[in-house]
């Protein structure tokens, strides 16, 4: 009897460590996956635990088997077999074997497989990712985060050039005011503001105290690509009771002798109009190409000019109420509108304890910076951040790349997470390789 009883006992010891081994290296497959793109379509296996895979094709008719050892279909992704399908996948058949589950793939034609085993990480269980390509595959089409995207378009840059410098002191005015120390401060402080709005650059031509050629100012402009020219200076008059702030813009004379001077060098006038040489064209053509840039650069000028005076008038008192024009050598680039900004008269009493202060240089700094930026705002150019943000008015759609996470999605391209589940009708923070989300505008 007690013989019996042990017997009995090693029997069902033994069928209850073998339940249990079985159920200890069993896994499930808990949810498929389909995506489609041009030429591939890729199946994305979730299991809860990690397991081997066999993948093998067979053909007459075309299909791929998939053996996965130790594992099983979950009863509750039994459901999603009927809806895997795609243009070359007509649907996926499960069946369970001793060694563990077999999925069959039927084709509508025979397509290249090949497996890769994803392991576990924070926010899936281990999953095996199944591609298929058939066809002529066309290139994947890269989907760029807004991010990304911002990144690409290029800054306006503003040149400010704080006029003298070094061994010319510029104007001298009452309370022994240098026109050369004042302009500088104003150029540092509008340079501060300009640098603060997304999507603008500020270059200084000079910011110590040195000496600059003019010619070198505008080439310091042209070298960093500047949209604009912004070039400080303060007046000076024998009559103390001068006062005022204006602005200038390149005269039509002051264009005919630059014009001159460019097309007497033509070798090294590259790039001047439009990204057109001047080099291989000849004398009259090169002067009408020449012609109409410097005539569109005046306009531009003029125009940028008039928006700048509109809010220095806030701050300031105004020499003349419209923009004035002059034949000053730094306002001759033919390429680079340019105004010249004369901030008031240091050899007025008023003024030059206004230009002395520096609350003063602020606010002035802010209006110019405000009537710099305002003009580009409503004239964005071409290429620029700014232009494309303001053409940006649909959404954008993101393919899933591998490691990410909804988390990281909405982080890089600013939107909330909660916004980004809604567009997408998620119901939770589940996403995988390929799938397309929509990235709302804005």
């Known amino acids: 009897m007690h013989t019996k009883f042990r017997t009995c006992l090693n029997v069902f010891i033994y069928l209850i460590l073998s339940f249990v081994s079985l159920n200890i290296i069993a896994a499930e497959v808990r949810d498929i996956r389909v995506a489609q793109q041009e030429g591939v379509t890729r199946l994305v296996f979730e299991l809860s635990g990690a397991s081997d895979h066999r993948l093998f094709p067979l053909s007459n008719p075309d299909r791929i088997v998939l053996d996965i050892t130790d594992a099983e279909l979950s009863p509750s992704a039994s459901d999603v077999l009927s809806g895997l399908s795609s243009d070359v996948l007509t649907r996926v058949r499960y069946a369970r074997r001793e060694s ?5 793939l039927d084709l509508t034609q025979s397509a290249k497989a090949k497996s890769t085993v994803l392991a576990a990480n924070d926010t899936y269980d281990p999953r095996i990712l199944i591609e298929l390509e ?19 378009k290029r800054d306006i840059v503003i040149a400010i050039d704080p006029g003298h410098g070094g061994k010319d002191p510029g ?9 050369k120390d004042i302009v500088l401060s104003i150029a540092k402080e509008l340079a501060n503001r300009i640098n603060a709005v997304d999507g603008f650059k500020a270059v200084l031509t000079r910011s110590t105290d040195i000496y600059l050629p003019l010619r070198d100012r505008s080439r310091v402009a042209r070298e960093a690509n500047a949209d604009l020219m912004v070039s400080i200076h303060a007046d000076a008059f024998t009559k103390s009771s001068a006062r005022g702030a204006s602005v200038w813009a390149l005269s039509l004379s002051g264009k005919s002798s630059e014009m001159g001077r460019w097309l007497a060098q ?3 006038s590259v790039d ?3 990204g057109i040489s001047l080099d291989d064209k ?6 009408v190409l020449l012609d109409m840039s410097m005539n569109s650069t005046i306009q531009m000028s003029l125009n940028i000019g008039k928006s700048v005076l509109g809010e220095m008038k806030g701050v300031a008192v105004l020499h003349k109420d419209s923009v004035q024009q002059a034949g000053f050598v730094v306002l001759k680039s033919p390429d680079i509108p340019s105004i010249l900004i004369e901030t008031g008269f240091v050899s007025n009493k008023t003024e030059a304890k206004n230009l002395s202060s520096r609350t003063y240089r602020v606010k002035l700094a802010a209006s110019i910076a405000t009537g710099v930026v305002d003009y580009f705002t409503k004239n964005a150019p071409d290429g620029t951040l700014l232009a494309w943000k303001q053409t940006k008015q649909s959404d954008y759609v993101y393919a899933v790349q591998k490691g990410d996470t909804l988390s990281e999605i909405a982080r ?15 119901k939770n923070d589940v996403i995988w390789i390929g799938q397309k989300l929509v990235i709302p505008a804005g």
């Open 100 to 104: 563990g589950g077999r999925f069959v």
């Open 134 to 152: 058939y066809g002529q595959r066309k290139p994947a089409t890269v989907v760029k985060s807004l991010t990304n995207l911002a990144k690409e």
């Open 171 to 179: 104007a001298l005015g009452q309370y022994k005011v240098r026109e």
């Open 266 to 268: 033509q070798e090294n």
């Open 272 to 274: 001047l109009v439009g």
């Open 282 to 287: 000849d004398q009259l053509l090169a002067e």
């Open 412 to 426: 890089r391209n600013n939107v909330s997470l909660g916004v980004l589940r809604q567009t997408n009708k998620l």
